[in-house]
């Protein structure tokens, strides 16, 4: 099987383009990322499969989405707990595990089931962890949140189609302004934090939230002042803020 994967810098301008118009359009996000990751999601799936946790998540052939998409599961696990924060992000968001994959399917040019088992389970699992990093580093769904949240997640992925999402808003935001500030924190942080990708999550979901956050050195919260796009909810979540 061919692991091949064009830059299309075209491609990858104009579905940024269309994102910028509309940033709830969450399918466009994914064509940015399936048009500039190059060879990058390749490099990080062979790190995956090199870390003992990660060939076991391969092994036993994990989805994540079992779990977290199912909020039945996550409000049966204790209180205070990063399953409990994850359900209440997805209620109060008006989200679902489900949606992020109806996305990731409209967004992609070419259909994942053409790769080997193996990749497909990791793909799979790096696009469910969007949600839960949003949560474990408080990171809300707004415009600045998501903007954060990507760059947080570049620093952990080093994926070249992510970090070309955050370098187009980052220019336009300005280097230096408040949200630029929030943006390279962001950056800082996901290079600061442990690695999160191969972590066990299905354990760590029914852990404590703040000691979690501790445990894996993501340092301090980000306070910002939210901006909503037009199509998420308006009400605040206090939980990704204390």
Known sequence: MSTRNPIRLREARAAMRALLENPDDTAQAFKVIAAMSGGSGERLYRRFRRSPTGARILAERRNLVDLIGDLGKLRAMP?????????????????????????????????????????????????????????????????????????????????????????????RAGLRSEPGRLIREAFRRGRRATWLVDLDWEALLSQPLDRLR?????????????????????????????
């Open 79 to 171: 209180a205070n707990s990063l399953g409990q924060a994850l359900a209440d992000f997805y209620e109060s968001e008006e989200l679902s595990a489900q949606g992020l994959i109806a996305a990731s399917e409209a967004g992609f040019r070419e259909p994942r089931d053409g790769l080997d088992e193996e990749r497909r389970i990791f793909g799979n699992r790096l696009r469910d962890l969007h949600d839960v990093f949003h949560v474990v580093a408080g990171y809300g769904r707004d415009l600045l949140g998501e903007a954060a949240v990507l760059a947080f997640t570049f620093a952990q992925t080093w994926n070249l189609g992510i970090g070309f999402m955050v370098l187009v808003v980052l220019r």
């Open 214 to 242: 501790q445990d894996l050195r993501l340092g301090p919260l980000p306070v910002y002042e939210q901006v909503r796009s037009a199509g998420a909810p308006s009400a605040p979540r206090p939980l990704l803020t204390h």
